[in-house]
């Protein structure tokens, strides 16, 4: 199974429009959202096309194939308008790999879940990596449409015990596998 992993659209239906291309062109099967779906929040700049209404509508269109995570700038009215439910964290597995997800606001590089298993994947922070820290893969999927420090705009690829950061032009930023 392929699947793409994203962050931080913020309301922008611009990088969700791009995202929603990414996911079709890499064939993947499903798509998991690590929070800040539709608001912008205080300390962040309006991005480039911001229209929460439309993102929601190109993510209603996908549900069958969507997991999403709610992040620190997602309310309960959030839900109003979505056809999906918005979930704390989330764990997947690889093979025997299992795969920790959470937005970021409560576990991160600097305090790290004592349950994580394998590799542990958030955003919030809006800057893409992949590292290790002693047994446990860390990574950061960046933000789609409001990156800091310099880094692209970027989602993460995980199949076949490989995970990749790319740019949203498809470009492999970082890979390591798992």
Do not use: W
């Amino acid at each position: 199974m392929k699947i793409l992993i994203a962050a931080d659209i913020h309301g922008s239906q611009f990088y969700m429009q791009k995202l929603a291309e990414r996911f079709d062109i890499e064939r993947a099967d499903q798509m998991i959202l690590l929070g800040d779906i539709y608001n912008h929040g205080p300390r962040n700049p309006l991005p480039q096309g911001y229209n929460p209404m439309e993102v929601a509508k190109i993510l209603n269109g996908m549900t069958d194939k969507l997991t999403v995570l709610k992040g620190n700038c997602d309310s309960d009215v959030d839900t109003l308008i979505s056809e999906f439910d918005f979930v704390a964290e989330a764990v997947v597995f690889s093979g025997n790999t299992k795969i920790f997800l959470q937005h970021g606001d409560r576990y991160n590089l600097d305090r790290l879940p004592r349950n994580a298993g394998d590799v542990f994947i958030y955003g919030h922070f809006h800057t893409g990596f992949i590292k290790r820290e002693g047994d446990l893969i860390v990574a950061n999927c960046g933000s789609v449409s409001l990156p800091k420090e310099n880094t692209p705009r970027s989602y993460i690829v995980l199949e076949n015990s490989i995970m990749k950061l790319k740019d949203l032009e498809g470009n492999v930023l970082a890979e390591k596998e798992f």
